[in-house]
């Protein structure tokens, strides 16, 4: 497993000799860990909307894999696992700038576990975006940000097999599809029109 120097620290003091073992618990145990520490991440956010229209994608892109994609890890011909893949993987250049996706607050920029080094915008009312495997970091914790902001670059790091953006939406920590909010119509229909008949009702 190439990536496994990335996670000595992790495999360090267990009993996991073959490859195979090692590969299913960062697969496996690790990836659930990395997403407990998310959803307990986004049990607070701001009481206030820090974002406003359409989320940005990254620039010059193709994507690589889509969400809810299934799958399946393969080691000597035997299918071994399994997982749902939960964000979008974008690709540029190597090293390509990172924008916000919108504003907000940044409430995570540290390494985590099988998404590299991370960064998580929290952009209120529960609301959050989730950039992974990046190659460095431009902002900090609790640094607020505005949309189109730089905020990294993309990388190879975490559990990943080449340099690109894993990006994720989530809302109270669960994982949402991106794709709905790079729609304008979408966030109007769903989103903008029902917190605009709130306000109107206090």
């Given at each position: 497993m190439s990536k496994t120097p990335e996670f000595k620290n992790v495999l360090s003091g267990r009993q996991l000799e073959s490859p195979e073992d090692k590969f299913l618990y960062i697969n496996r145990?690790?990836?659930?860990?990395?997403?407990a520490l998310i959803n307990e991440l986004?049990?607070?956010?701001?009481?206030?909307m820090h974002w406003d229209g359409t989320f940005l994608r990254l620039p010059k892109l193709a994507t690589r894999s889509g969400f809810g994609d299934?799958?399946?890890?393969?080691?000597?011909g035997i299918n071994i696992d399994q997982q749902t893949h939960l964000g979008i993987d974008l690709a540029s250049v190597a090293m390509?700038?990172?924008?916000?996706?919108?504003?907000?607050k940044v409430i995570y920029a540290e390494k985590l576990g099988i998404y590299g080094?991370?960064?998580?915008?929290?952009?209120?009312?529960?609301?959050?975006?989730?950039?992974a495997q990046l190659s460095g970091f431009s902002v900090h914790y609790g640094q607020m940000v505005k949309k189109g902001d730089i905020i990294?670059?993309?990388?190879?790091?975490?559990?990943?097999?080449g340099d690109h953006l894993y990006f994720s939406i989530l809302v109270s920590g669960t994982f949402v599809d991106p794709l709905e909010w790079w729609d304008t119509s979408w966030i109007h229909n769903n989103i903008k029109s029902k917190i605009d008949w709130l306000e109107e009702m206090e």
């Open positions: 145990e690790l990836r659930a860990q990395n997403k986004m049990q607070r956010s701001d009481p206030e299934q799958r399946t890890y393969e080691y000597r390509s700038p990172v924008p916000a996706a919108n504003s907000g080094r991370t960064l998580v915008i929290d952009h209120g009312y529960g609301l959050f975006t989730m950039y990294g670059h993309t990388g190879n790091s975490g559990l990943s097999g």
